[in-house]
């Protein structure tokens, strides 16, 4: 499909076609170029302004398809005054003409390039308005507190004092619950969206690439008993409650005089630093507590300095082990996010372990989230911090117009995640990560 939009797109399409079009008819044509030779026949759809995506008169030439074909057609569109769209100007237009909002726009991308099914329906949540509604309904409460503030500013004289008399203190208190239930599901969001890196570490023949293939459904790694087997990074995408999660497989961690394996060994720990979980990775026939901490003391070593909180064990061949499978208790001695006794033969425990990489990123499952950005989690978080100034200057008692600023810093932060406040340099960044015909 070729899109068109702008104040001439109507009369390059009629001049495609052949044809007069009508709004929002489906009109059978051929499409020639600018020598009016036919290139083409197919589809064509007019959507006057402003009921189209963009907000401007917008066609769309839905030809057969094929590299050749469509730039045929593209170049008989091209040749009579249009030019080549920068990539998201279709979206960055609904964006300026007021068909979306910032939030929605960034969804559209987001569903583009959504990693799960339920990834793909938060975002389309967020297209839909969901996200925004939330952002914009904390919004007015903030906004009808300035009111109140700034009204008692205004009148000095009255005997009544509004900062005094508990309603401030009640609404910024309503407020803050609000921010922290939306900074909650915004938390949700960007999991959802972004998912998460979880690094499976360990000595040879543990298991590693077993467990790989195990969590994936798929033979993505080579699986043997020779020592040193895995030396470069393995990776597999899988969805756990749709929470898109990268699983890489490492070389196995053990002191090596070869240069190839040397480099494995490099990358895993390297790997390991960048990760957001960590499943340390044991023999569950020999995983005692003093034969794990020097392998541990490896992964917590400078310059990784990985946060225990960071890392899972995972005891691992409980089929030859004979112990049972799931969740086990910690060990004292060291504090770290968890631990799971599975078999990556038999498929004991597996269960246990999705559901202990959930729970240790905060994952709460679907449910009805929708997606968000790390920016929009910031600009919350600015917002909150600027709340709880306030609420720190009404407890001393400082002038209301100082609690006034304070709102309206909260007001702006807001602002800046649906697009009322943003920066033209955000904008320019934002949009030109979408792909171009979008």
């Known amino acids: 499909m070729v899109r068109i939009s702008g104040p001439e797109a109507l009369h390059i399409g009629q ?138 500013m205004d009148f000095p004289e009255e005997e009544v004092d509004f900062l005094s008399e508990g309603q401030v203190g009640d609404r910024l208190g309503r407020i803050h619950q609000a921010f922290a239930q939306l900074i909650g599901n915004s938390q949700q969001g960007i999991l959802l969206r972004d998912g998460i890196t979880v690094a499976l570490v360990g000595e040879p023949n543990v298991g590693k690439s077993s467990l790989l293939n195990a969590l994936s459904g798929e033979e993505r790694a080579i ?35 070869d240069r190839v394996e040397l480099e494995g060994v490099r990358r895993a720990r390297e790997q390991a630093a960048r990760a957001d979980l960590v499943l340390l990775v044991v023999d569950d026939r020999t995983a005692s507590a003093a034969e794990r901490c020097p392998l541990l003391a490896q992964l917590l070593a400078a310059p990784l300095e990985l946060e ?49 990489i959930k729970n240790r990123v905060g994952f709460a499952g679907e449910g009805t989230t929708f997606t968000a950005r790390r920016r929009h989690l910031l600009a919350l978080e600015e917002g909150l911090a600027a709340l709880e100034r306030a609420e720190g200057l009404l407890v001393q008692g400082i002038p209301g117009e100082l609690i006034a600023e304070e709102l309206r810093a909260v007001h702006q932060a807001l602002g800046s995640i649906v697009g009322e406040t943003s920066a033209d340099d955000l904008l320019g960044e934002i949009f030109a990560s979408f792909c171009i015909g979008k």
């Open 308 to 356: 225990p909180r960071r890392i899972v064990r995972i005891r691992n061949k409980a089929d030859l082990s004979g112990q049972p499978t799931g969740i086990v208790g910690g060990d004292a001695a060291l504090p770290l996010a968890g631990e799971v006794r599975v078999s990556a033969m038999t498929g004991g425990g597996m269960a246990a372990l999705r559901d202990l």
């Open 15 to 152: 001049a495609v076609t052949g044809r007069a079009l009508r709004p929002r008819r489906a009109t059978f044509a051929t499409f020639t170029d600018i020598a009016g030779e036919s290139v083409d026949e197919g589809i064509s759809l007019y959507f006057p302004a402003p009921g189209s995506f963009t907000g401007e008169h917008v066609v769309e030439l839905q030809g057969h398809g094929g590299p050749v074909v469509m730039h045929l057609l593209l170049d008989a569109v091209l040749g009579r005054g249009a030019r080549m769209a920068r990539p998201g100007e279709f979206t960055e237009r609904a964006f300026h003409n007021g068909r979306l909002d910032l939030a929605q726009a960034e969804a559209v991308a987001d569903l583009i390039s959504s990693a799960s099914a339920a990834a793909a329906r938060g975002a389309l949540r967020s297209l839909r308005g969901d996200f925004s509604e939330a952002v914009n309904a904390l919004d007015r409460l903030v906004l009808e507190l300035r009111m109140f503030v700034e009204a008692a």
């Open 223 to 257: 699986v043997t008993d020779i020592p040193g087997t895995t030396r470069d990074l393995v990776q597999a995408d899988l969805s756990i409650d749709g929470m898109p999660v990268q699983v890489v497989d490492t070389a196995g961690l053990r002191e090596t005089k």
